[in-house]
């Protein structure tokens, strides 16, 4: 490259060789005669100095990648342009397009049901290697690997919820064990089948300004656990009265325990199903008809997965349907509540509680909540922090492609929470809250349970309809039996924690950060508890 300066210093040509040995313009710079000066020439020959540099950077660039033939600024241009503005070789972006276009012709296409898939990656690129493979056949090859993948993924989650409701389902041995030895002991030990409470607190049962808990549950160790976390947490514990209702076969065990585990200053009493003589066949004739009906038998102790199409149906869908069979569904002791009015007629407020539960905060300021007239005190599940536990509306519960459903609720209606209620059974005596319970269900058996699907919130929901006074949210938490990312601050500061849900705290499939919630109410150092080996 060199530069030229005419004689009359007019002129200045920048040149540079090219591949015949002569010598190729690159620029000519003219200087006009009449505004000629020595400052200008000065001017000019430093902005050469800093271009000069530039342009041969840029050729030995060019010469190097053998575009030997650019020799003008516009065949740079050309040349270096897109590599200056980041832009990538068309020949690449070619290819890309081309990839992904087989790629995407590959997806409308079915894999061939004999192709021998590899069972790995590094088998992929080996095969590549060996069997010189089209861009079309790998992508085939690829698309069946991930076919396979998903569907092993998809079967492994599915086997995992259904080992889950199982496990769920079952009853522990050690649980199992404590309610053997109990029951023997209500045979043989007159201590453990002393009257439950004493003859001179019985008045007690029916007096209208002590606070007055039900619990409904044939578990022997998830009640004491309730009964000993609200007496422990109450700040007035002698107002505390229990009413425990139980089946007729843990009935022995369940006095034998609050027997001989008293829990005084409260009140506990034990009563079982078959000691009510309210609960006659007559009284509760939709109960006889979903235990006895065909249907509701296969639907629950049938076979879960056998009909079922898989490939659509979401994991989280599978796992609600096999919530909802959970025999629980067809006890009575799940349906109780419905007859709180009647069962104790003599009591005018009462606080439910399910047995999956902790107290950690005294309840007695829930006596003094005005209802405003209504029956029902419960949090409502619709908002709240937690999206995935508070945010339940009727469409979670409800079939609304069923005109009957459709016709008389609003799917975007708030949801509310069983497990800790807050019932007024006065104001209840004047509704007719348990026929339309009734009459729901009837309707869903008749259409062959297709109207709802989960348990005995969804007749609740439609029964309590205007009936609920929604509560303050910090009085009962939720979730901590299937979330497991519950906020441990929230727990910590909840009045009743709920362990709603399959992984409950008595179960080896409970979460194990939130089990101590619960266990810290259990009496390890009671002989039942250690001989049945609870928990260990």
Known sequence: MQLHFSPSMRSITISSSNSNGGFGELMKIKVAARHFSYRTLFHTILILAFL??????LTA????????????????????????LGRTDDSKQRLVKDFVKILNQVNSEEVPAGLKLPESYSQLVSEMKNNKYSAKEFALMLKGMMDRSEREIRESKFAELMN????????????HCLSLRLTDEYSSNAHARRQLPSPELLPLLSEKL???????????????????????SSLKPEKIVFHVITDKKTYAGMHSWFALNPVSPAIVEVRGIHQFDWLTRENIPVLEAVEGHYGIRKYYHGNHVLGANLSDTS????ASKLQARSPKY???????RIYLPELFPNLDKVVFLDDDVVIQRDLSPLWDIDLKGKVNGAIETCKGEDEWVMSKRFRNYFNFSHPLIAKHLNPEECAWAYGMNVFDLHAWRKTNIRDTYHSWLKENLKSKLTMWKLGTLPPALIAFKGHVHPIDPSWHMLGLGYQNKSNI????????IHYNGQSKPWLELGFEHLRPFWTKYVDYSNDFIKNCHILE
């Open 52 to 57: 000069l540099p530039f342009v041969f950077i």
């Open 61 to 84: 660039v060019v010469t190097l990648e053998g575009v030997n033939k650019c020799s003008s600024f516009d065949c740079l241009g050309r040349r270096l342009g897109p590599k200056l």
């Open 164 to 175: 889950k409701h199982f496990a769920a389902s079952a009853v522990p041995k050690g649980i």
């Open 210 to 232: 002590l606070h007055h808990f039900v619990l409904s549950t044939d578990n022997i160790l998830a009640a004491s656990v309730v009964v000993n976390s609200a007496v422990r």
């Open 315 to 318: 994991p989280r869908s599978f």
């Open 330 to 336: 067809i006890s009575l002791l799940n349906h109780i």
């Open 489 to 496: 601050e929230n727990v910590k500061k909840a009045a009743v």
